[in-house]
């Protein structure tokens, strides 16, 4: 057992890299709030470079453009994370590293809102390959590493049945 992942990152990983090895597939992510966790609980799976293409932590607005390609259109009105903004991030990065899957993850961590209105607690993730899927979470909190520690399992989880679905 890691000291930085809780048991059911861990158990996620294994089932996502189980399923991505036995199809050769590979996985990107593009993340934000969860601060790289999610990349960490792939990379920690031993043989990660099997299956695991890349990824970033996109932060800002600048990495999302610069790092993972969006187009800087995209975030001329911006107003907040959309479901459509993490599926385009998400095909953004998929495409830009050549994985058959991403998933992109961004919200609020905390402690405080964010300056658009929107309540700490919040996180979108979404998942783009063979299948889509993108889901908006809060936790109803606004404690930051457990909020980050939080988005990163929901992320994952969310791309393990993504992954899983599309068998």
């Not at 601060?35 to 043989?47: D, F, K, M, P, Q």
């Not at 961590?109 to 908006?136: I, N």
């Amino acid at each position: 057992m890691s000291t930085f992942l809780t048991s059911e990152q861990e158990g996620l990983a294994e089932e996502i890299a189980g399923l991505l090895i036995e199809r050769g597939e590979t996985v990107a992510v593009a993340e934000s709030t969860s601060g790289g966790l999610v990349s960490a609980a792939l990379l920690w799976v031993a043989g990660a470079s099997r299956y695991y293409a890349g990824g970033g932590v996109v932060y800002t607005l600048k990495s999302r453009t610069e790092l993972a390609g969006v187009p800087a259109e995209q975030y001329a009105n911006y107003k907040g994370t959309t479901a459509e903004m993490l599926e385009s991030l998400a095909e953004s990065m998929r495409t830009r590293l050549g994985a058959t899957w991403c998933v992109a993850e961004s919200g609020l961590a905390g402690p405080t809102g964010g300056r658009f209105g929107a309540l700490s607690g919040r996180t979108t993730v979404a998942v783009v390959g063979p299948t889509r899927h993108t889901e908006v979470f809060e936790t109803g909190h606004g404690d930051r590493g457990a909020n980050m520690s939080e988005f990163a399992t929901l992320a994952l989880r969310v791309l393990r049945d993504a992954v899983g679905a599309g068998r």
